[in-house]
């Protein structure tokens, strides 16, 4: 029998995490050159699209199909077809498999979007809507049901068979997008005039309502990932609220240390590498540890960020120091701090006299998709660059991929347009 509430709940985060991807297109549309916003914008809603026609067609049932060898699913759900009027779930909190697919696309969504900000001003549009199609076969699908598809024993090998925890998507969201991001960074190369040109958000307000937009559809992410309306939900959901402020604090006060002023972008980046530390844990610590890894996020996703400059990648809108750094701080956050007074479907970590083992099969799993992620990125990248091209031309770099691709601008702007 369908537990009505627990699919109200599910169907309700599903809402909310695909209300993400619009909040991460404003704001990276705000970060980027006003030249170039619209384009950045419609980057997020091809994800959208594409990703929803691809999950449809096979993407749902090999990510969450019968297992083969807990790699990858089968094709017994093409077209969804066969998740017509069934259930998934145990015993008393079963929900549509409907619904469940509906949320799990929602992931695989904001997932591929998030890669866009790493190549903002500089990638052909429609490299990108190939490159999402390729992408989400090769590389988000199988990383999906290595974490995700748990089936008793017989799912996905991160958590079926090594025994590695992940509530929500610390590796198959975060360190995935975290590690793709520093591969399409390196393929397409520096945005002309990296380092010389200041390239400043060029609108701020757009930028903190995204931060807000995707604050608030975090807690159907996290909260959502519990699958039920019950007492771990709440959990989740207040752990994701506590490490948010937390590392929006932490990093302004980090940055307010360090060069003696406390931005706007630093709150909204902060609270981003909050939620995003506390994805994989939030269903595992108990909220003090929660306010631990807030704190702990903002201040290294803040030095993290800075470091792209010393290291010479071009990660425009810095995926990789927030989202790469934070999900391997949460992952590893589990193995410190797991507890299964919180949940006895969890393990305890070696701060609850666990030892360490859960702490290395945390790492296993961090160091597998981070280097499958990268590799997989980096030759996808590499055959688009070499057949159809990735990048832009430089002359359409320095318009503007507004009019070049879409012949709409989202300001109406005179002048040198080099000067935004």
Not at 107 to 136: E, H, M, N, Q
Not at 148 to 169: C, E, P, R, T, Y
Not at 330 to 336: E, R, T, V, W
Request: net charge neutral; proline share 2%; aromatic share 10%.
């Amino acid at each position: 029998m369908i537990n009505t509430g627990d699919t109200a709940w599910v169907l309700a985060s599903g809402a909310l995490v695909l209300f993400m991807t619009p909040g991460l297109a404003i704001f990276y549309g705000g970060m980027v050159r006003a030249k170039s916003a619209l384009n950045m914008m419609m980057m997020s809603f091809a994800a959208i699209g594409v990703t929803t026609i691809i999950w449809v067609l096979y993407g749902y049932s090999l990510a969450f199909g019968t297992s083969h060898g807990g790699l990858i699913g089968s094709f017994e759900h093409v077209g969804l077809a066969k998740t017509l009027n069934t259930v998934v779930g145990p015993h008393g909190h079963h929900i549509p498999t409907l619904s469940f697919a509906m949320f799990e696309l929602t992931f695989a969504v904001i997932t591929v979007a998030l890669l866009s900000g790493a190549i903002a001003d500089r990638a052909k549009y429609g490299s990108w809507v190939l490159f999402i199609a390729i992408w989400i076969t090769v590389v988000y699908i199988p990383v999906a049901h290595w974490a995700f598809a748990s089936q008793n024993g017989n799912g996905g090998w991160i958590v079926d068979k090594l025994g590695a925890l992940d509530f929500a998507g610390g590796t198959v969201v975060e360190i995935n997008s975290g590690a793709a991001a520093l591969a399409l960074a390196l393929v397409l190369g520096k945005r002309d005039g990296f380092k010389r040109d200041p390239m400043r958000p060029h609108n701020m307000p757009l930028v903190l309502l995204g931060a807000g937009m995707l604050w608030f559809g975090w807690f159907g992410f996290n909260a959502g990932s519990a699958l039920s309306a019950g007492s771990l939900a709440a959990t989740a959901m207040i752990n994701t609220q506590i490490a948010s402020a937390a590392a929006s604090m932490s990093w302004v006060l980090f940055e307010k240390y360090r060069d003696g002023k406390a931005t706007t972008l630093g709150v909204a980046s902060g609270a981003v590498a909050g939620a995003v530390v506390i994805t994989p844990a939030c269903g595992f610590i108990n909220p003090m540890a929660a306010l631990i890894l807030g704190l702990i996020a903002g201040m290294a996703g803040s030095y993290a960020v800075s470091r792209k400059y010393k290291f010479g990648y071009d990660d425009s809108l810095d995926v990789v120091g927030v989202h790469g750094v934070s999900g391997i701080i949460g992952m590893l956050g589990i193995g410190l701090f797991a507890t299964v007074t919180v949940n006895a479907a969890g393990k305890d970590g070696l701060f609850s006299g666990g030892g360490t083992e859960l702490l290395v099969r945390q790492l296993i799993a961090i160091i597998v998709v981070a280097l499958f992620s990268f590799c997989a990125t980096w030759l996808i990248a590499k055959a688009i660059s070499l057949s159809i091209g990735f990048r832009t031309l430089h002359d359409d770099e320095i318009t503007g991929l507004d009019t070049i691709y879409h012949a709409e601008s989202a300001y109406d702007i005179t002048g040198n347009s080099n000067r935004y």
